[in-house]
C-alpha cells in the first residue's frame, strides 16, 4: 500500500482533523487507563470481542485531548480494519512511518493500536519501540493468551494489562438513563431498576446490544465472529462443528460441575480435544473456569470446575433453555461482578467449596491468605427446603474455613437469618450489585 492510502485510512480513526464518536462514558476503565498512562509501560488492554475496547480507547484519546495533548502526537488505528491489503511487522512500521512523515507529530507520539494480535510478531516492534523510546504504546486484543504469552517472553515487566468487560449493571441503568441521587429517589425508580436487571440478566450487556433492538440477532453475530476469528481462523481448527458444540455446550450449562470427561462423554469428542477446545475458549473470554477451594493445590486441580459465561445474553442466544436457568443466570451474573472486582484488585481470588456429601457454597472470596466471605446465590428462598439446604451447606463451610463473613443473594428475599452463632445477610441481586459498584450504602441492605 502506499503510504497516502494509508493515511486516509487512519484519518477516519483519529482526531486530527475532527471529533470522533467516543460512545457512551466509561469512568471505570478510562480512569483506571489514566492511572496506568503515568506509568513507563507499555499498557494492554484485553477482553471480549464488542466488549466496547475501542470505544475506551477513543474515550482516552479525548481526555488527553481536553487536558492539553495536541490531536496530531496521537494515532490510533484498528488494525483489523478490512481497507488494509497488508499484513505483518513490516507494515506495522509503513503505517508509523507514514503518520511520522504526513501527519508530523511535535513530541512523543501516543499510539493506540487496537486489534494487535492481527500482526504476527508484533510484540518484537512493540519492545523495539518501548526500548528506544519512540512511543507511548497502548494496545488492545482479544485474545487474553495471545497477548500474555508473546509480551510476557519479550516485554517481563515493561507492561501492565487491564481488562475490559461488558457492562457492569451501574453502567447498564447509565447506558439505559436510569439514575438515582438519594434514597427518595432510589426508592421511587426501584420498579424500573428491578425491570432493568431483568433485561440484564435476558440479553446480558454488551454495549452495542444494549442499544440496540436487534439484541438476539447481534448476539448471535457476536458468537459467530469469536468462533471464526479468535478460535477456527487463529487456531487452525478443521473440526469447525466439534468448537461449535462445545462452546454451545458450556452456554448451556453455566454454573455447573463439569469435567473434560464427562463433557468427552457427552459430545462424543476425544479428550485432547476437549481440553485444547475449553483452553480456546477461554483465552478468547468466552468462559472462564472456577475451580474447587482447597488448601491441598493438587485436589483443586483434580476437582471438577465450575464453567461461567462472559454474558449472559449469549448463554440465552445461543445455548439451550432450562427450567432451573433463571438461578443459574443469576450465578453468572454474581460470578461476573466479582470477576470485575478480582480486575482492580489482584490479590483476589475466587472458587467455590464443596464437602464429600455435596454440600455447595457457590463463591468463596479469597484475599491473599484470609478467606474474606461466602456467598451463595439462591432465586427462590420461599422454598423452604430449598432455603435449608443452603443453609446447611453455609453452615458447614463457614465452620471449616473459620468464615463469619456471609451472605445469600437472592431475587427478592431481604434481611438477616441466625445461623448458630453468626448472621447470615440475604439480598436481593439489584441491591448487592449496585453496593459493590459503590452506588448503592452498604446499610441499603438492612432496609425492609
Known amino acids: 500500500m502506499r503510504k497516502d492510502e494509508i493515511i486516509q485510512i487512519l484519518d477516519d480513526w483519529n482526531f486530527w482533523n475532527r471529533d470522533q464518536r467516543i460512545g457512551l462514558s466509561r469512568p471505570i476503565y478510562t480512569s483506571r487507563l489514566e492511572y496506568l498512562f503515568s506509568s513507563n509501560q507499555v499498557i494492554t488492554i484485553t477482553g471480549p470481542r464488542r466488549a466496547g475496547k475501542s470505544f475506551v480507547m477513543r474515550q482516552m484519546i479525548k481526555k488527553l485531548i481536553n487536558n492539553g495533548q495536541n490531536p496530531k502526537d496521537i494515532m490510533h488505528v484498528n488494525l483489523e480494519d478490512p481497507r488494509f491489503t497488508e499484513s505483518g511487522v513490516l507494515f506495522l512500521e509503513k503505517i508509523f512511518q507514514a503518520y511520522r512523515e504526513y501527519i508530523s507529530p511535535q513530541n512523543t507520539p501516543i499510539l493506540f493500536l487496537d486489534e494487535i494480535q492481527e500482526i504476527e510478531g508484533f510484540e518484537k516492534w512493540i519492545r523495539m519501540m518501548h526500548e528506544l523510546s519512540k512511543a507511548k504504546i497502548i494496545i488492545s486484543g482479544s485474545n487474553a493468551s495471545l497477548l500474555s504469552r508473546e509480551l510476557g517472553t519479550l516485554l517481563t515487566g515493561r507492561h501492565i494489562d487491564m481488562e475490559v468487560f461488558p457492562l457492569s449493571f ?50 448471535l453475530s457476536y458468537f459467530e465472529d469469536a468462533i471464526t476469528k479468535d478460535l477456527l481462523r487463529r487456531y487452525k481448527i478443521k473440526k469447525a462443528q466439534d468448537m461449535r458444540s462445545i462452546a454451545k455446550y458450556y452456554l448451556s450449562n453455566i454454573a455447573a460441575l463439569s469435567t473434560f470427561k464427562s463433557i468427552e462423554r457427552a459430545l462424543d469428542m476425544s479428550i485432547t480435544s476437549v481440553k485444547s477446545y475449553t483452553g480456546y475458549l477461554e483465552q478468547a473470554y468466552l468462559v472462564f473456569p472456577l475451580k474447587r477451594f482447597s488448601f491441598k493445590v493438587r485436589e483443586q486441580e483434580k476437582s471438577p470446575r465450575k464453567i461461567y459465561a462472559i454474558d449472559t445474553g449469549l448463554c440465552n442466544a445461543v445455548g439451550f433453555r432450562f427450567s432451573e436457568n433463571d438461578g443459574r443466570l443469576a450465578e453468572n451474573v454474581v460470578f461476573m461482578a466479582l470477576k470485575r472486582q478480582q480486575n482492580l484488585n489482584p490479590n483476589m481470588e475466587l472458587f467455590y467449596w464443596k464437602d464429600v456429601h455435596h454440600r455447595e457454597v457457590d463463591f468463596v472470596v479469597k484475599e491473599g491468605l484470609e478467606i474474606k466471605s461466602l456467598i451463595q446465590v439462591c432465586w427462590n428462598m420461599h422454598n423452604e427446603k430449598t432455603r435449608n439446604r443452603e443453609m446447611r451447606s453455609l453452615a458447614k463451610a463457614m465452620k471449616e474455613l473459620n468464615v463469619t463473613k456471609t451472605m445469600i443473594i437472592t431475587d427478592e428475599t431481604e434481611g438477616e437469618e441466625k445461623l448458630h452463632d453468626n448472621k447470615v445477610k440475604l439480598i436481593p441481586l439489584w441491591k448487592w450489585l449496585l453496593t459493590e459498584e459503590g452506588l448503592l450504602p452498604a446499610e441499603e441492605f438492612n432496609r425492609n
Open 170 to 219: 451501574g453502567e447498564f441503568l447509565s447506558f439505559n438513563n436510569i439514575a438515582f441521587t438519594n434514597k427518595l429517589d432510589l426508592i421511587g425508580r426501584e420498579w424500573e431498576i428491578k425491570g432493568a436487571l431483568r433485561k440484564y440478566i435476558e440479553y446480558g450487556s454488551f454495549p452495542e446490544v444494549t442499544l440496540s433492538e436487534q439484541k438476539k440477532e447481534i448476539l
